[in-house]
């Protein structure tokens, strides 16, 4: 044995150890009916050429490392924003399994979530009764003042009526007749994670708020809405409530789950923390308005602030890199009449000036990127004020209003020239991508290291280097607590950008006698 309980290896260093390498290579001899080497080398070749790329993007019945997740992730994630609300998902146990351990692998948190875990005969039978006790036993063990339901693939396939099945749960006395249970249908044969966010915040609006729109006047309560869309970035909560705060602007932040997924460990645990209330949501149509930060993926929502709020959800672009900060805290002001404060005019100086000092750096320098609509279209936009170049621009999930008006931020730069926008691919088409047409680097999510590894993999000047900015992100640690909006989340990105690229500079540099081409640090 090459470890014992004193001596207890992960498994990167166990697997060196020469019991498992002989295990691994006598397992590879006598069962896997392993292709000769040279086949292998060949074929991997094979994959990364010109003509493997016109056949990859001829698939259609595939998809290999999606650039997206399924709709009930997005439904936990916005009802985890709500207080003492319990994210309940009607379906498979190992769909939420799965939720939970996505979210805690990203957040480095326990996520609360409870599945009514239908199994064989609920997929014949319906899932009517797994939900009456999973609503009955949600509310006795957990207490929670909200149960917040959504549906995986399995209720959706067999054609479950959430609005039927908790009415009847009313009924039937499973849960009191005025004991909130919004909820959402989230099939994940359709949309995304994103997708589902937007459902499962309708679900939430409109239960507080459709039936209960007599004496309600928009501006009366003198608040603006923010509706985050699915974000992962805690900073991003605390930079907008920031911004707002110090313009003395009263809001409303609707989903926000910066308290529950960053409690302290003082030694208790919190099941719930923080969160938007239900006085708050039912007295959102009392704002002024409503602003969506990621507008392409609000859809839904956006539908029913217009019609039942009867707001103007006024259209604003998500708020990163220079431009469009500027763009989202004018028309905060506009529609409070609150001046920006002095402290967000040196804010945004200070960013000037840090564009300034590194656009050298940065200029030209080409970029692949993929992720949410909104994201992906609000660093594009910031890579352009920077000088940088985007390349290969991959949204698995937005329509062709998203490409169109995306292509027009290209269009409008010289440096948008060479661009090109591919939707509903992933992450293999990007592999092709970045093998024919190399960027400097990509900006996506943790899953791009396998595209970094294949192209390191053909040598070293192939190497596309992976800069983590995104969802999810495990493979390492607290990123999920950086801003990527306002001024503040334009100079953490910047700083972020220029570093890779000095880093790259370093690395490129590094041969004693050969490449260290002068005495400074900077090359
Ligand atoms: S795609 Fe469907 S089956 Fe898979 S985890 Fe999501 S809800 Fe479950």
């Known amino acids: 044995m090459s470890q014992d309980v004193e001596n207890i290896k992960t498994s990167y260093p166990l697997f060196t150890d020469d019991e498992y390498k002989d295990n691994l290579a006598r397992k590879r001899e006598n069962y896997e009916e392993r292709h000769p080497l040279e086949k292998i080398q060949e074929v991997f070749e094979w994959t990364t050429t010109e003509e493997y790329k016109e056949i990859n993007f001829k698939r259609k019945a595939l998809t290999i490392n999606p650039s997206k997740a399924c709709q009930p992730l997005g439904a936990v994630l916005c009802a985890l924003g709500f207080e003492k609300t319990m ?27 409870v599945s009514d875990s239908m199994t064989e005969d609920a997929a014949v039978f319906g899932g009517q009764k797994n939900m009456y006790d999973g609503l009955e036993n949600c509310k006795a063990m957990y207490k929670p003042d909200m149960i917040a339901v959504s549906t995986t693939c399995m209720a959706e396939v067999i054609g479950d009526d959430l609005n039927a099945f908790i009415g009847n749960a009313r009924k039937e ?190 200029h ?3 970029f692949a990127i993929w992720g949410d609509a909104d994201y992906v279209m609000g660093l594009t936009k910031f890579l352009l004020e920077l000088g940088a170049e985007p390349t290969h621009i991959l949204c698995n999930h937005a329509n062709k209003r998203w490409q169109k008006a995306l292509q027009a931020i290209l269009d409008a730069s010289p440096f948008g020239k060479n661009c090109e926008i591919y939707r509903g691919k992933d992450l293999w088409h990007m592999r092709s991508l970045v093998f024919t047409n190399k960027p400097d680097f990509m900006i996506g999510n943790s899953y791009g290291k396998f595209i970094q590894r294949d192209t390191l993999a053909k040598g070293k000047e192939f190497e596309v280097p992976l800069i983590r900015i995104g969802f999810p992100i495990f493979d390492r640690h607290h990123m999920h607590r950086d801003t990527t909006l306002g001024y503040e989340g334009a100079m953490q990105i910047l700083r972020t950008l220029v570093n890779a690229v000095l880093e790259r500079l370093d690395e490129e540099t590094s041969i004693m006698g050969e490449t260290d081409y002068n005495y400074d640090l900077v090359r």
């Open 87 to 113: 994210p309940y998902v009607h379906g498979s146990q190992g769909c939420v399994a799965y939720f939970r351990s996505y979210f805690n692998r990203h957040f480095k948190e326990p996520i609360s979530c």
């Open 173 to 362: 006395g499973h849960i009191p007749e005025d004991y909130p249970v919004p909820f959402a249908h989230t099939p994940s044969f359709a949309g995304s994670h994103t997708t589902g966010w937007d459902a499962m915040f309708e679900g939430i609006a409109r239960y507080f708020t459709l039936k209960y729109m007599e004496g309600k006047e928009v501006g009366s309560n003198g608040k603006i809405n923010i509706v985050p869309g699915f974000e992962t970035y805690l900073g991003n909560f605390r930079v907008i409530q920031r911004m707002l705060k110090e313009m003395d602007v009263d809001y409303s932040f609707l989903s926000d789950p910066s308290e529950v997924l960053d409690t302290p460990a003082d030694g208790e645990f919190r099941m719930y923390a923080g969160g938007t209330t239900q006085d708050e949501v039912k007295d959102a149509p009392n704002a002024i308005d409503t602003l969506f930060l990621q507008p392409w993926q609000s859809m839904k929502t956006r539908k029913l602030v217009k019609n039942t709020w009867q707001q103007p959800a006024t259209d604003i672009k998500i708020p990163m890199g220079l431009e469009w900060t500027d763009e989202f805290l004018m028309k905060i002001s506009e529609l409070t009449g609150k001046p920006i404060s002095a402290s967000l005019e040196k804010e945004r100086g200070r960013l000037v000036d840090m564009i300034t000092d590194s656009h050298a750096w940065l």
């Open 364 to 366: 030209g320098k080409k």
